[in-house]
C-alpha cells in the first residue's frame, strides 16, 4: 500500500511539472517566434475558451471518478453518457462563442479551436477516471505525460518549421483528440458500455453542476483578468501584459498546489474552534506570499534581462508590469483558500454567486480605472483582486455563521 502511494505521489508531481514546463515553453516559443501581438491574441483567446470550457465540461471527469470510486450498479454506463454530455454542452457552447466573441473582439477561429481543444481534454480525463477511482494514477499519469511530450516537441517542431499559429493549435487539439481515442480504448472492453440512458445522464448532469461550481469560480480568478485586458489593449501592449499576467498565474498555482491539502484536513475538523484556528494558520501564508513580490522588485533588472533574451525585444517591459502585478498574489491565495473552505464545508452555492458578483464589478472596475491614464492595466488587475479577495471572504464568513 505504501509503495503504491509512494509511486502515485511521484508520478502525479511528475504529471504536473511536465504540464507547467511544456505550457511554459510553448508560450515562450510563440512569443519569440509570433511576436508579443499574435501572442497576445492566442492567450486572450485561450483564456475566453477556459472560461466558457470550464462551464460546459461541468468537472465531470471528477463527477465520473467519484461514482467509479462508489463502484455503482451504473459504473459501465458513465463514460458513454458524459461523452455524450460534453458534447452536447460544446455544441451549445459554440453557439454562445460567436455573439461572445464579437463583443470582446476575439479571433474566431482561434477560440473555436481552443474550446474544441479544452473539450477533448476533459473527455481524456474522463476516460482516465477509470483508473484514478482504482488508485492508479501511475497509469493516469503516464498517459497525460505522454501526451504532453507529444503535445510541445510536436508543437515546437511546428513552429520552427515556419507553420502559423492557427496550423500551431490545430495540431494541438488533433493531439488531444488522439489521446482522448488512446485513453477510451485503453479501459477494458468489459468495463464500458456504450448505451445511452437518461437517468443516468440526468443524475450526472445535477452532480455536475453542484461540482463545477467551484472550479469554474477558480477559473474566473485566473482567466478574467486576461479577458479583459483583452478589451482595452491590443497588439503588441496585450502581449507583454498577458505574459506579466500569466507570470502571476504560474506562481499562484504553484501555491494552490500546496494549499490543496487544505481539503482533507477541512474535512477532520469537527468543530468551529478547529476550523477558525486553521484559517488563523493560514494568514501566515497569506502574508509570507508579500515575499514573492518585494524580492521579485529587487531582481526586477535581472529579470527583464532573462524575458528580454528569452522573448526577444518587445517584452522587454515584462518585468516592470509584473513586479507590480505581483503584489495581487497574496489577495488571490486569500480567494482560494475561502474556495477551498466553502467547498469542504458545502459552501460551493454562495462562494459562486460571491465570485459572479465579483467579476462583474472587476468589469467594472477596469472602466473605471481606464479612464484615467495612471498604468490603469496593474491597477485595474490588483483591485479587481482585492475586490474578489473581500467579497469571497465576507461570503465565507456569512456562510458559517
Not at 37 to 48: H, I, R
Not at 299 to 313: N, P
Amino acid at each position: 500500500m505504501i509503495n503504491n502511494w509512494k509511486k502515485n505521489t511521484i508520478y502525479i508531481s511528475i504529471m504536473q511539472l511536465s504540464l507547467l514546463l511544456v505550457n511554459l515553453f510553448l508560450i515562450t516559443i510563440i512569443s519569440r517566434e509570433y511576436g508579443a501581438e499574435t501572442y497576445g491574441e492566442y492567450a486572450s483567446s485561450k483564456s475566453l475558451s477556459v472560461l466558457i470550457g470550464t462551464a460546459a465540461v461541468m468537472s465531470l471527469a471528477l463527477v465520473v471518478t467519484k461514482v467509479l470510486a462508489q463502484k455503482n450498479e451504473n459504473s459501465k454506463l458513465m463514460f458513454q453518457n458524459a461523452y455524450s454530455l460534453i458534447i452536447r454542452n460544446l455544441m451549445i457552447a459554440l453557439i454562445i462563442l460567436i455573439p461572445l466573441t464579437l463583443l470582446l473582439n476575439r479571433d474566431l477561429p482561434m477560440t473555436i479551436l481552443f474550446l474544441v481543444g479544452f473539450v477533448f481534454n476533459e473527455m481524456i480525463h474522463v476516460a482516465l477516471a477509470y483508473y484514478q477511482a482504482k488508485g492508479d494514477f501511475v497509469t493516469s499519469s503516464k498517459q497525460i505525460i505522454l501526451r504532453t511530450i507529444v503535445y510541445g516537441v510536436g508543437a515546437w517542431v511546428l513552429v520552427l518549421q515556419g507553420f502559423t499559429i492557427t496550423s500551431l493549435i490545430i495540431f494541438q487539439v488533433m493531439t488531444l483528440v488522439a489521446f482522448f481515442v488512446v485513453a477510451h480504448l485503453s479501459v477494458p472492453k468489459n468495463d464500458i458500455e456504450l448505451t445511452s440512458n437518461t437517468t443516468v445522464k440526468n443524475k450526472l448532469q445535477e452532480s455536475g453542476k453542484k461540482m463545477v461550481l467551484t472550479t469554474f469560480s477558480s477559473a474566473l480568478i485566473s482567466e478574467l483578468d486576461i479577458v479583459l485586458l483583452g478589451l482595452f489593449y491590443s497588439g503588441s501592449t496585450l502581449g507583454v501584459l498577458a505574459w506579466a499576467r500569466r507570470i502571476l498565474e504560474i506562481i499562484f498555482q504553484l501555491v494552490a498546489a500546496s494549499l490543496d491539502i487544505l481539503f482533507p484536513e477541512l474535512a477532520k475538523a469537527k468543530n468551529r474552534d478547529s476550523i477558525s484556528e486553521l484559517r488563523i494558520k493560514l494568514r501566515k501564508v497569506f502574508l509570507l506570499s508579500f515575499t514573492v513580490p518585494i524580492l521579485f522588485i529587487f531582481f526586477k533588472g535581472l529579470a527583464s534581462e532573462i524575458f528580454t533574451s528569452l522573448l526577444g525585444k518587445e517584452f522587454s517591459e515584462v518585468s516592470t508590469y509584473t513586479s507590480w502585478i505581483l503584489f495581487a498574489l497574496p489577495v488571490m491565495v486569500w480567494s482560494r483558500i475561502n474556495i477551498i473552505f466553502s467547498r469542504a464545508l458545502n459552501f460551493e452555492i454562495n462562494i459562486t454567486k460571491s465570485i459572479l458578483f465579483g467579476s462583474v464589478a472587476s468589469i467594472g472596475i477596469y472602466y473605471f480605472v481606464h479612464s484615467f491614464n495612471n498604468n490603469p492595466a496593474v491597477l485595474s488587475i490588483i483591485l479587481s483582486q482585492i475586490v474578489i479577495g473581500a467579497i469571497t471572504t465576507y461570503s465565507f464568513k456569512k456562510s458559517y455563521e
